[in-house]
T-cell receptor
Framework: ETGVTQSPTHLIKTRGQQVTLRCSSQ?????VSWYQQALGQGPQFIFQ???????GRGNFPPRFSGLQFPNYSSELNVNALELDDSALYLC????????????????FGPGTRLTVL | DAKTTQPPSMDCAEGRAANLPCNHS???????VYWYRQIHSQGPQYIIH???NNKTNEMASLIITEDRKSSTLILPHATLRDTAVYYC???????????FGAGTTVTVRA
């Protein structure tokens, strides 16, 4: 059983650019959540995808968007990058019931470190 | 979501029990207490969760007070590899997100 993987590990972009981060969920999981973790802070929920549809969103602007594919892997896209977007981006997968509700723990990947210059 | 309060940091001697407190005085009856930890440069790792009864697994024990306003995570024999940030989270079972606070930075010293 493979765990949650994310790519790339590190990424450097300049302000105004766009970025795509990728996540492969753990085998058997159908739900993917994305979190942003600024330096020295706890992770903040961005959104969750269940069966290819967004079913929950945190307090992030629309320039943060995502996709989930039929194999339950996922992408996080961020447009018009700002300096404050520099953070560790974490993906977590779980097995969700109807509506993406998961009674079990979420399994996190190692994250992608994004630096915006 | 109910908020939690944790001490910002604590030290523990290797081989001794580490007792991590968490205050959640506004917890609702249907909210569970979850604990995750994050070792440096890794994603958070689930430890344990419970509603009102004490729980134990291979990683830790969770003690929840009778009024559910606070809890303690116990690492029975701390090792250097337990050095991490520990997050106490309260969550209703059907909430899709985890709301992390600042957590407690635990340093296990040899």
């Amino acid at each position: 059983e493979t765990g949650v993987t994310q790519s790339p590990t590190h990424l450097i972009k300049t302000r105004g650019q766009q970025v795509t981060l990728r996540c492969s969920s753990q085998s058997g999981h159908n739900t993917v959540s994305w979190y942003q973790q600024a330096l020295g802070q706890g992770p903040q929920f961005i959104f969750q995808y269940y069966r290819e549809e967004e079913n929950g969103r945190g307090n992030f602007p629309p320039r943060f968007s995502g996709l989930q594919f039929p194999n339950y892997s996922s992408e996080l896209n961020v447009n018009a990058l700002e300096l404050d977007d520099s953070a560790l981006y974490l993906c977590a997968s779980s097995f969700g019931l109807a509506g993406g509700i998961s009674y079990n723990e979420q399994f996190f990947g190692p994250g992608t470190r994004l630096t915006v210059l | 979501d109910a908020k939690t309060t944790q001490p910002p940091s604590m030290d523990c001697a290797e081989g001794r029990a580490a007792n991590l407190p968490c205050n959640h005085s506004t917890i609702s009856g249907n909210e569970y207490v979850y604990w995750y930890r994050q070792i440096h440069s890794q994603g958070p790792q689930y430890i344990i969760h419970g509603l009102k009864n004490n729980k134990t697994n291979e990683m830790a024990s969770l003690i929840i007070t009778e009024d559910r306003k606070s809890s303690t995570l116990i690492l029975p024999h701390a090792t250097l590899r337990d050095t991490a940030v520990y997050y106490c989270i309260v969550r209703v079972l059907n909430d899709y997100k985890l709301s992390f606070g600042a957590g407690t930075t635990v340093t296990v010293r040899a």
